[in-house]
């Protein structure tokens, strides 16, 4: 099979919305708190435009916090999901590297799970069109820590399935394409947070099979691991609960 394109793997994610919707990690609170920190303003009454939101997974928290928020998002599969989820939240179609926004309308930017999706030749100068004086720029991963072992043994049976993680973030490659900023304009200072959740092996199963490298591989192949790694998860958690760990690799820059 011919390695899937960037932009096959972006696109993959509208035919799994709703599955993404249901299964996919949330964010802990401290992450919301660390931004509040690192940008010195409440959430509270600040225009934030969240990009590439997906089913609105993050939106709605930084609307619980408080902010004015706007989601963008490409996908057509992804924002309908997102109107049926949250359909009281502004959504319009769009991406980082073209946002559909005037000059100096936002107070904050951001882009959870987002960013290695953009070209940052192109998205950086959008951040910094689209930023108000003194706005700021935040993106983050949920990634998981490969020193615990039964998260290790699983991205090994992945990569060897399918010759990659099902996520960039795994490792924090997301995290370090950022800070390899091209116009030297961003100075980011990074957090990790970490966090944990216990759910189902079900829903598990399902949010890893929502990943991109699962998805292009198509439903069979999928079907065939996602049915192998369940007995392996029983082993380790026999009781059919699996604590998923992650540590949120967030980057914050407030551009002069």
Excluded: C
């Excluded at 600040?46 to 490409?74: F, M, N, S, Y």
């Excluded at 370090?176 to 189902?200: C, H, S, Y």
């Amino acid at each position: 099979m011919t390695a899937p394109s960037h932009t096959d793997r972006a696109r993959s994610f509208d035919v799994a919305a709703a599955q993404y919707a249901a299964n996919r990690p949330s964010y802990p609170p401290a992450l919301f708190d660390t931004i509040e920190e690192l940008t010195a303003r409440p959430l509270t009454g600040t225009r934030v435009v969240d990009v590439g939101a997906g089913t609105g997974i993050a939106t709605a928290l930084l609307q619980q916090r408080g902010a004015d928020v706007l989601a963008v998002e490409p996908g057509a599969g992804m924002a309908a999901q997102f109107r049926r989820t949250h359909p009281h939240i502004p959504i319009v179609r769009g991406n980082g590297n073209a946002l559909p926004l005037p000059d100096s309308s936002a107070d904050l930017l951001t882009y959870a799970q987002a960013w290695h999706w953009t070209d940052p030749a192109r998205s950086v100068p959008e951040a910094l069109r689209v930023l108000r004086p003194g706005g700021a720029l935040a993106l983050w991963w949920n990634t998981t820590p490969l020193e615990i072992p039964w998260i290790a043994d699983q991205a090994h049976r992945i990569g060897r399935r399918f010759g990659a993680n099902p996520a960039i973030e795994k490792n924090g490659s997301g995290a370090q394409a950022a800070l390899a900023d091209p116009t030297g304009r961003l100075d980011f200072t990074r957090r990790k947070i970490r966090w944990t959740r216990r759910v189902p092996v079900d829903i598990h199963l399902a949010n890893i099979g929502s990943h991109s490298i699962f998805l292009i591989h198509g439903k069979e192949a999928s079907t065939a691991f996602l049915t192998e790694e369940r007995q392996h998860l029983l082993q380790t958690f026999p009781d059919g609960t699996v604590e998923e760990t992650y540590d949120v690799d967030l980057l914050v820059a407030v551009p002069s």
